[in-house]
């Protein structure tokens, strides 16, 4: 696998379900992070895990962080039609300069 | 605030014609970046500024130049634009190297076409 492959590439559930996205890494991180993107728009910061955290939460959403298995889970509980958009999981990586590598996202839809 | 803002929105180029995209962001940033975005390739880095006076190659650089004008402005030239090149383009920026804040900020993107 790539830095920062996102799995499944496409979910689609129905409005009140709970939505999982999953994350794998090759190599050690210093954080990771995820960004979501609404149709024609840029991507939009969610939430960032640090390597030493396990577990982070941010109102519907839930991060989790396994640095021995170098996976990560994006949880978004009771979800709604405007949750419907791209999720994209980013690895920021010691030595790196500054760059972040993004994965190629997974598209989300969420049915009335 | 505007964040990051990225101009034009669209454009439309013949092949071998130049044009510059520009970005400008407002929070300080040192951090700033180029991405060009294909359907199913998700976001691949052509350039970035990790500081002002600085700037490296991304995954995809060739046929693209830049320029870290100052702080606030990163900009990104095709000098002969290929039908290759038809792509989203984001700017984006963030606190630098071991510098909060660690997220990235996007623009709204800007759609290129060329013919």
């Known amino acids: 696998s790539q830095q920062g492959e996102e799995d499944p590439q496409a979910l689609s559930i129905q409005e009140g379900e709970n939505a999982t996205m999953n994350c794998s890494y090759k190599t050690s991180i210093n954080n990771l992070q995820w960004y979501r993107q609404n149709s024609g728009r840029g991507l939009v910061h969610l939430i960032l895990i640090r390597s030493n955290e396990r577990e982070k939460h941010s109102g519907r959403l839930r991060v989790t962080l396994d640095t021995s298995k170098k996976s990560s889970s994006l949880l978004i509980t009771a979800s709604r039609a405007a949750d419907t958009a791209s999720y994209f999981c980013a690895t920021d990586v010691p030595g790196a300069n500054s760059k972040l590598t993004f994965g190629k996202g997974i598209t989300l839809s969420v049915r009335p | 605030n505007a964040g990051v803002t990225q101009t034009p929105k669209f454009q439309v180029l013949k092949t071998g014609q130049s044009m510059t995209l520009q970005c400008a962001q407002d929070?300080?940033?040192?951090?700033m970046y180029w991405y060009r975005q294909d359907p199913g390739m998700g976001l691949r880095l052509i350039y970035y500024s990790a500081s002002e006076g600085t700037t490296d190659k991304g995954e995809v650089p060739n046929g693209y130049n830049v320029s870290r004008l100052n702080k606030r402005e990163f900009s990104l030239r095709l000098e002969s634009a290929a039908p290759s090149q038809t792509s989203v383009y984001f700017c984006a920026s963030r606190g630098g190297p071991q510098i909060p804040p660690y997220e990235q900020y996007f623009g709204p993107g800007t759609r290129l076409t060329v013919t």
């Open positions: 929070m300080n940033h040192n951090s």
